[in-house]
């Protein structure tokens, strides 16, 4: 029993961590959210790493590590907010390496390790995925839909439509696409690696925002003391952690039955979903709050966080959407535990 | 990462398993004093099995486990639904504080009846007008002629009435700074006077008592850590102690939970979303409650201090079983109101789960300012 990273682990979220602080200060982000832009030069310095393929099998290019290793970078670029489409290309890569025939993984897996080729995925619901990100700058769309239906389709043969989002550190589109043929395995095996990796990046996001609450109220006076050391303000702070912690277990625990315990994956990952959709959203807000007047401020990085947190809750299901499935799996479970 | 168990653990976990599949003394019966009894009963089981005073150190005549073993040993004994023993207190306080700091003599003297059940522990640290604010008791003790004499009032004190020794803080020295001048004492709880009185809750039990103490006698001999030491003596061994009690707790939800699910399906609201929401809700509070026990397990065993995380249990228990009892409170409607329905119970005594062993509003004092470095209030 050890619920705690390997030092390998811990060297990569090291490296990603400082990484990411050096190419992504805060200028940085504000920058290319307020262009549109990703940043290109970071991005192609990550795939030279190899972080774009850390979980894709050796023999399709990638590092051959497992869903803990994505999720430890996926934390540390939500903590960055790093305006790179990292996400997206890692869900196509997660799709296709967990539900793809071997020739879908052949043609397309090389491709989203090396980043040259990138990849996304997009949830469709009545015909159309609404909600796509980077879909204008990938070669491959692999479309689940929440029948349990699939499709792998040529981003050349979709119909692909990018609109603005609140979040500007991510491109997003509409895509509507016929044909393209599906997946020759489980879409929840998909599915379930998807959430877990965007869970663990909400953890990241709200970690951040959760630190720059704290950093506020220890420095913020007000009637001659620290707002900090007011119980109003410092019980949302403890609150925040309570939050912060509790997806970041369920993340972990979540990535950790990917590789390990897959049969404990399906609870796990819609668990760490929903309760981080919540809790992303919950955590920005209230280190809004804390920050007062100024956090309510386009001046202000808090923004980002917290459109990031609450796109990240709306994309590869909502909240209410895993928790009606967590229902489904607790109500059966104690079916057979009482037969 | 790895939160499988290793052989040893797993053949730990299910020798215990096995063992209360056997051993499971059944509900508790009717009666306070019948179901102290029983616990008193159990306790003896336990230790005659050797599984009393499990964290202890095998010189005292516990079993040294591992902090593994522990959560191990409380997931399993919620998962039974097996009573608690009835010296709980002495063994995961009393015990340990003596094993701590007390003398040979005091280890000679005390240690055994904790585990056999022979002598029964209580606490008396809070009173009346001394509750989040320990420090600040006024219950007195003098020393005269070679003992202490005790004169104070303690309130919240479970199982006073059954009890042989009191861990008593009082205060030794009225001038030195409030957290200085307080002694931890155990005191004798076998004379006229110290006077027990009931009190009782909400529920109607009297689960805790008030403690009347007027010139109470106490030899110096029962005097543990030394004169002036008593604060840091009551509270340093208070965090390892309640390792493994998260695990414990989490699985002890995690009935509650069959049980809830159970109640929709039996009420016909298994396939109301607005339930099926609120019961999803709880399995995941109740799966992280556990995630985060074992978490800082872990953070336990690596640094030998508890993480972030490993101050979060308490707070999320309390809130998940209050919670929990509120949707079985609305999936039984009208029914709720009854008095002799055992959730009607639940929703009451769970009341207690956000003050009891330390406030929500105190436990996020402390997150606040030792996790997060939040400036101090005073």
Not at chain 1, 102 to 112: A, C, F, N, S, T
Not at chain 2, 149 to 177: E, I, N, Y
């Amino acid at each position: 029993m050890n619920f705690d990273f390997t030092d390998d682990q811990q060297a990569i979220k090291r490296t990603a961590n400082e990484l990411l602080a050096a190419r992504f200060k805060s200028e940085r982000v504000r920058e290319l959210a307020e262009a549109e832009k990703y940043d290109e030069d970071a991005w192609k310095e990550m795939c030279e790493l190899g972080w774009a393929g850390i979980f894709i099998e050796e023999e399709h290019g990638g590092q051959g590590l497992g869903v803990v290793e994505l999720v430890i970078l996926m934390e540390e670029l939500g903590y960055a907010l790093a305006p790179v489409p990292f996400l997206s290309n890692a869900a196509a890569g997660l799709a296709l390496q967990f539900a793809g025939t071997d020739e879908q993984k052949e043609r397309w897996l090389p491709g989203i390790a090396s980043g040259e080729a990138r990849g996304t995925v997009g949830m469709v619901r009545d015909g159309e995925a609404r909600l796509v990100p980077d879909a204008d700058s990938a070669e491959v769309i692999v479309l689940i839909g929440f029948d349990g239906s699939t499709s792998v389709v040529e981003a050349g043969a979709a119909e692909i439509e990018p609109f603005e989002t609140m979040d500007r550190t991510r491109r997003f589109a509409h895509v509507r696409a016929d044909g393209g043929e599906p997946l020759g395995g489980d879409c929840f095996a998909a599915g379930d690696r998807i959430a877990t990796a965007l869970a663990a990046e909400t953890v990241g996001v709200a970690q951040k925002a959760m630190e720059m609450a704290v950093e506020y109220a220890r420095e913020r006076k007000q009637f001659g003391r620290p707002i900090g050391s007011y119980q109003a303000v410092s019980h949302r702070c403890a609150q925040m952690l309570l939050e912060v912690e509790g997806s970041r277990s369920g993340a972990y625990y979540a990535a950790w039955c990917a590789d390990s315990e897959p049969e404990s994956l399906p609870a796990a990952a819609s668990g760490a979903k929903a309760y981080s959709s919540d809790a992303g959203w919950r955590v920005c807000g209230s280190s809004l709050q804390v920050h007062g007047g100024i956090g309510f401020t386009w001046e202000h990085d808090l923004h980002f966080f917290l459109k990031r947190a609450k796109t990240n809750a709306m994309l590869f299901g909502s909240a209410r959407e895993h928790r009606e499935r967590v229902a489904s799996l607790a109500l059966a479970k104690s079916e057979t535990v009482a037969a | 990462m790895d939160l499988t168990l290793s052989p040893s653990e797993q053949s730990f976990r299910d020798e215990l398993r096995s063992w209360l599949a056997e051993n499971h003394p059944g509900d508790d019966p009717p009666g306070e004093d019948a179901a102290f009894d029983h616990r008193r009963k159990w306790q003896r089981q336990l230790y005659d099995a050797g599984y009393a005073g499990f964290s202890w150190p095998k010189e005292y005549g516990g079993r040294g486990a591992t902090l593994v073993e522990q959560a191990l040993f409380g997931e399993e004994m919620a998962r039974a639904r097996a009573p608690q023993p009835a010296n709980v207190l002495g063994m995961v306080m009393g015990g340990p504080v003596v094993i701590h700091h007390g003398t040979d003599e005091q280890k000679e003297r005390w240690l055994n009846p904790i585990l056999t059940g022979d002598e029964i522990w209580c606490q008396g640290f809070s009173e009346p007008d001394s509750g989040s604010d320990l420090a600040s008791l006024k219950t007195k003790a003098v020393k005269s002629n070679g003992e202490w004499v005790v004169t104070g009032q303690k309130v919240w004190t479970t199982f006073a009435h059954k009890s042989k020794w009191c861990m008593l803080v009082a205060r030794t020295d009225q001038d030195a700074p409030k957290h200085q001048g307080l002694t931890y004492f155990i005191m004798d709880m076998d004379q006229e006077a110290v006077q027990v009185r009931p009190l009782h809750q909400i529920t109607n039990e009297p689960e805790f008592n008030e403690l009347f103490i007027e010139e109470a006698r106490i030899p110096d001999e029962n005097v543990v850590g030394g004169v002036g030491n008593g604060w840091g003596v009551a509270i340093t061994t208070l965090m390892n102690e309640r390792a493994g009690l998260g695990a414990a707790s989490a699985a002890g939800m995690r009935m509650a939970l069959e049980d809830v699910t159970q109640l929709a399906r039996d009420r016909g609201v298994d396939e109301d979303p607005v339930i099926r929401q609120r019961i999803a809700q709880l399995a995941i509070e109740v799966e992280l409650l556990r995630l985060n026990s074992w978490r800082g397990l872990t953070q336990i065993m690596k640094r030998g201090v508890p993480g972030p995380e490993g101050s979060l249990p308490k707070w999320q228990w309390g809130e998940i079983h209050q919670t929990l009892t509120e949707l079985a409170a609305d999936i039984l409607g009208e029914d709720a109101a009854e008095w002799n329905n055992p959730w009607t119970y639940r929703l009451l005594r769970s009341r207690a789960n956000s003050i009891e062993g330390g406030t929500t509003e105190i436990l996020k004092n402390i997150i606040a300012e030792r996790v997060l470095g939040l400036p101090k209030l005073r």
